[in-house]
């Protein structure tokens, strides 16, 4: 409220939103009649994509990329489309119908 325009989180926040992209955990889960192979976290995914719609400042995304993890995400008919990225952890990411187009990835795993 403080900053509306700006859309800066203050550095608590940011530090509780890093604690819970590492909190939680890939897992495996049942999926039909069987335990899927690969581990992922769809509540991540989930925390991914309620950043992004929070159209924050740049700068406050890349401090929270640059701690959280995102790896082991699960990713679903969304758009990524223009999303401020870099630095992101994406690695082993499950991503399924994604647009990322004009997404900024850089130095992104």
Do not use: W
């Amino acid at each position: 409220k403080q900053n509306p325009v700006k859309r800066q989180l203050s550095p608590q926040l940011i530090g509780r939103i890093v604690a819970l992209s590492k909190a939680l955990q890939p897992y495996r889960f049942l999926e039909g009649d069987s335990i899927t192979a690969r581990m992922s976290s769809p509540e991540r995914g989930q925390l991914l994509l309620s950043l992004v719609a929070s159209k924050l400042h740049p700068d406050t995304y890349e401090k929270i990329f640059l701690l959280a993890d995102f790896s082991y995400s699960t990713l679903e008919k969304v758009s990524l489309d223009g999303a401020f990225l870099r630095n992101i952890n994406l690695s082993y990411v499950q991503f399924s119908y994604v647009s990322l187009s004009g997404a900024d990835l850089t130095n992104a795993n």
